[in-house]
């Protein structure tokens, strides 16, 4: 003790710097670290609620610490075994930020340490300069406290730090666990809601079934009856059409016979007009006498004469062609 309190006599900026780190990162660092062991020793809670969970009531609550109560006593619902509505989500955001909240204070001393290292360098190395007239002056002995108090703080940071990486670890497992174990409630959808309002809805609800029943025993009757008048215009427009049908087949059954005896009569008088055609023709070899022709047709010419036994034949043709 004596030689420390001569070596801080003797060394009044390095003590300092010490002491610096000594208030502001050893003295927070196990404060913080108590309260994230305390929060750590709740993984056997969460392990033994793995177990029970289903059977966990509201009363038996309020045994375990905190955060762990706070985190059930807004989870559980009155029932056993359900969670309240919506409620889940919430409660895991508390725990994360209950137990990140100290690990990260851990992140912050450990840069802490290094910066506090860092200004008691830059602040000796500046005392230093600052008792030299000229840099032929500068020695050896004048620098040889500064580079221990630098690690000195950068060996805390790197332990602080390699603390907060294992508690995070730590962390994240008992999230992982509290998550796992809220999961297997049972989700009470109406827990949540307020008694009033499920009143105000049963309410609504009767009423509104009420007004349901009365609009179906009133229009009821209406709507039977519509029906059946458009079953009956149906069957009739059924009939209807039906009826059309039978005399539009009468109709083509009595057209047909007189369409095919006027194509008979047609191919008779065809037939007829053919043969008188051959009647008149002279015979092969043989001349037809211009005078009878001319003589048995009064007021026409031997060219009239032509074209109107040229007509006969295409007509012969166009019957024979059409009707034949």
Same mark, same amino acid.
């Given at each position: 003790?004596?030689?420390?309190? /001569?070596?801080?006599?003797?060394?009044?900026?390095?003590?300092?710097?010490?002491?610096?780190?000594?208030?502001? /990162?050893? *003295?927070?660092?196990?404060?913080?670290?108590?309260?994230?062991?305390?929060?750590?020793?709740?993984?056997?809670?969460?392990?033994?609620?793995?177990? $029970?969970?289903?059977?966990?009531?509201?009363?038996?609550?309020?045994?375990?610490?905190?955060?762990?109560?706070?985190?059930?006593?807004?989870?559980?619902?009155?029932?056993?075994?359900?969670?309240?509505?919506?409620? /889940?989500?919430?409660?895991?955001?508390? !725990?994360?930020?209950? /137990?990140?909240?100290?690990?990260?204070?851990?992140?912050? !001393?450990?840069?802490?340490?290094?910066?506090?290292?860092?200004?008691?360098?830059?602040?000796?190395?500046?005392?230093?300069?600052?008792?030299? %007239?000229?840099?032929?002056?500068?020695?050896? %002995?004048? *620098?040889?406290?500064?580079?221990?108090? $630098?690690?000195?703080?950068?060996?805390?940071?790197?332990?602080?730090?390699?603390?907060?990486?294992?508690?995070?670890?730590?962390?994240?497992?008992?999230?992982?666990?509290?998550?796992?174990?809220?999961?297997?409630?049972?989700?009470?959808?109406?827990?949540?809601?307020?008694?009033?309002?499920?009143?105000?809805?049963?309410?609504?609800?009767?009423?509104?079934?009420?007004?349901? %029943?009365?609009?179906?025993? +009133?229009?009821?009757?209406?709507? $039977?009856?519509?029906?059946?008048?458009?079953?009956?215009?149906?069957?009739?427009?059924?009939?209807?059409?039906?009826?059309?049908?039978?005399?539009?087949?009468?109709?083509?059954?009595?057209?047909?016979?007189?369409?095919?005896?006027?194509?008979?009569?047609?191919?008779?008088?065809?037939?007829?007009?053919?043969?008188?055609?051959?009647?008149?023709?002279?015979?092969?070899?043989?001349?037809?006498?211009?005078?009878?022709?001319?003589?048995?047709?009064?007021?026409?010419?031997?060219?009239?004469?032509?074209? +109107?036994?040229?007509?006969?034949?295409?007509?012969?043709?166009?019957?024979?062609?059409?009707?034949?």
């Amino acid at each position: 003790m004596n030689t420390v309190w /001569v070596w801080a006599q003797s060394n009044l900026w390095q003590a300092g710097f010490v002491s610096l780190l000594f208030l502001f /990162v050893f *003295i927070p660092f196990f404060l913080v670290r108590r309260r994230i062991l305390v929060i750590m020793r709740q993984f056997e809670h969460w392990r033994e609620l793995e177990r $029970n969970i289903n059977e966990l009531s509201k009363e038996e609550v309020r045994f375990y610490p905190h955060p762990t109560r706070y985190v059930l006593n807004s989870v559980l619902s009155s029932a056993k075994g359900t969670a309240r509505a919506g409620a /889940v989500p919430p409660a895991l955001d508390y !725990l994360a930020a209950e /137990v990140e909240s100290p690990i990260l204070t851990l992140r912050s !001393l450990s840069y802490l340490a290094v910066l506090i290292g860092l200004l008691g360098t830059v602040t000796m190395l500046a005392l230093a300069l600052q008792r030299m %007239d000229s840099l032929s002056q500068f020695k050896a %002995d004048l *620098i040889k406290n500064i580079y221990p108090i $630098n690690a000195f703080a950068i060996g805390l940071a790197v332990a602080i730090f390699l603390s907060y990486s294992w508690y995070r670890h730590k962390g994240d497992q008992l999230l992982l666990l509290a998550s796992r174990v809220l999961g297997r409630l049972r989700a009470d959808q109406l827990g949540g809601a307020d008694p009033q309002l499920l009143a105000a809805l049963e309410k609504v609800g009767e009423r509104f079934k009420e007004w349901g %029943d009365e609009i179906y025993e +009133r229009y009821q009757g209406r709507i $039977n009856d519509l029906l059946q008048e458009m079953r009956e215009l149906g069957e009739a427009i059924r009939a209807v059409v039906g009826e059309a049908l039978l005399h539009r087949q009468e109709e083509d059954q009595a057209l047909v016979p007189l369409l095919r005896a006027q194509e008979a009569k047609i191919e008779l008088l065809s037939q007829r007009l053919e043969q008188g055609y051959f009647e008149l023709r002279p015979a092969p070899g043989e001349k037809m006498d211009e005078d009878l022709l001319e003589g048995g047709l009064p007021g026409k010419t031997r060219k009239e004469s032509q074209a +109107r036994d040229g007509r006969s034949a295409k007509k012969s043709g166009f019957f024979r062609r059409y009707f034949g």
